[in-house]
């Protein structure tokens, strides 16, 4: 009887077992129910959601791993081992496994891994990086001598690394995932001179009278700064890798004339804006983070600041082949 081979992945939220013959497993929530009294596992993974909500005062919910990092090595163990057991039986011999782990764990971290694995059953136990494994999982071709990127997001983490024959040359983590994109969704209703825009969730909203805004986005391209309008784009709610997508296009202003986009984008010119936030939302007022809780209101006020210049200063009209010619000048 041949040893079985399987791979999992341990992350934030969820655990991922697979092999290569069968294909997925089997895929639980990352988390444990505990007895408050005795800390005694009592279920694990979806059982462990349930029994926490049948008795509320007897149990609490555990989550054994966290961004990549083993938190209650002994609680993991016992959950792996039973989802081991579910995944593939009762086997005689011992499985061989590969784990995906983050790219910057330090070697405690990495040794927690394998101890919790190997408490779990595993006969050995081998760790890949987990770009390394998302570049097998997609087909890439390591054979080719070519630099190739992956990124891979996860609920906590996301990790962009350039792999060359199959070794990861370069990486980059970045501790922001799925769990914070959707934090950032936010709940409230959006009326624009009155009538109600939007009245669930949105991932983001952006009002102008300009058409740039921080970092050179053109979000508004049809924006005008002279006509007291103010402009609106408001993004729907949409999955990360949507997003990730569409963040050229919007970035140059193109993300309501190209026919591939999404149609996930709202855009209205109103006088007053109103925004009703359901719960303290963090907003970027000219580079400051406000938080804000309630209603809302913006509006565009005519003549709203004043400029006063001394006689000596008066505009001086600008000849537009003059200024043609000096921009010809200064290019070369």
């Known amino acids: 009887m041949l040893r079985k081979g399987i791979g999992i992945d341990i992350g934030t939220t969820q655990i991922s077992i697979c092999t290569i013959e069968g294909g997925l497993l089997l895929k639980e929530p990352n988390v444990a129910a505990l007895e408050i009294d005795s800390d005694r596992v009592v279920a694990v993974g979806q059982e462990a ?20 990092v083993v938190k209650y090595a002994g609680v993991l163990s016992v959950m792996l081992r039973t989802f081991l057991r579910r995944a593939l039986g009762h086997t005689l011999l011992r499985p061989q496994v590969m784990v995906s782990i983050p790219c910057d764990l330090t070697e405690t971290q990495i040794n927690a891994v394998e101890d919790a694995m190997l408490a779990a059953g595993a006969a050995r136990v081998h760790l890949l990086e987990a770009p390394l494994c998302a570049a097998l999982g997609v087909g890439l071709d390591f054979s080719v001598p070519v630099g190739q990127m992956l990124v891979h997001i996860g609920a906590t983490r996301t990790e962009a690394a350039v792999i060359f024959l199959g070794d990861m040359v370069a990486h980059k983590t970045a501790h922001v995932g799925g769990v914070q994109f959707d934090t950032a969704i936010v709940n409230g209703k959006i009326y624009a001179d009155g009538k109600l825009q939007k009245g669930d969730k949105f991932q983001a909203c952006v009002f102008a009278n300009g058409r740039y805004y921080g970092g050179g986005y053109f979000a508004a391209p049809a924006a005008e700064q002279n006509d007291g309008i103010i402009d609106c784009c408001i993004i729907d709610k949409i999955p990360l890798t949507t997003f990730l997508k569409i963040l050229g296009d919007y970035k140059a202003g193109k993300h309501l004339t190209n026919p591939k986009i999404p149609k996930v984008f709202a855009y209205r010119k109103a006088k007053t804006v109103e925004i009703f936030f359901e719960r303290p ?3 970027s007022v000219d580079g400051e983070i406000e938080r804000i809780k309630g209603k809302l209101t913006i509006s565009s006020v005519h003549n709203a600041v004043t400029l006063a210049t001394p006689k000596a200063c008066q505009p001086i009209p600008v000849d537009t082949e003059v200024m043609k ?7 070369r």
Not at 325 to 331: G, P, Q, T, V, Y
């Open 49 to 68: 959601l349930q029994a926490v909500k049948e008795a509320p005062a007897h149990l609490q919910l555990c989550w054994p791993a966290w961004d990549g």
């Open 281 to 283: 939302t963090d907003i």
């Open 325 to 331: 010619s000096a921009h010809r000048f200064n290019k």
